[in-house]
């Protein structure tokens, strides 16, 4: 008899639109409860943040839920803070900060960041 892991996993392989049943009481459901990520954008250098730092840095990003468990959820999203400087931004994009990974070169250049940075810090293009 195979076991009901087993079962599920076969079921998930074979892409089976039928849903494998869960213990009694418990209910399986999509984890971002069918919402998706806002991925638009009204300036050329909030495209740029969208591009590069948004899947992070947006609603339901990771880097946006870890700052939402660490400081206060309103200063969570990145966008929304009026207390970042390009200096700041620059600098915990190239060295990382916390869980967040250095950023190189190679992913976003210097003159991609300055934008990014400048848009963050508010700073006039």
């Keep these: 008899m195979i076991g009901r892991g087993v079962m599920v996993l076969a079921l998930m392989l074979a892409g089976g639109a039928a849903l494998a049943q869960a213990p009694a009481g418990t209910r399986i459901s999509n984890a971002t409860r069918g919402g998706m990520q806002d991925r638009s954008s009204h300036s050329p250098a909030e495209a740029l943040f969208v591009e590069k730092c948004g899947m992070c ?11 939402a468990r660490r400081m206060d959820p309103a200063l969570a999203m990145l966008e929304l803070r009026h207390d970042l400087t390009v200096d700041y931004v620059t600098a915990a994009a190239r060295g ?5 990974p250095r950023i190189q070169r190679g992913e976003v250049s210097d003159a991609q960041l300055r934008v990014i940075a400048g848009y963050l810090a508010k700073v006039a293009p």
């Design 57 to 67: 840095h947006r609603q339901m990003g990771m880097g946006t839920v870890i700052l």
């Design 96 to 100: 990382g900060i916390g869980n967040m």
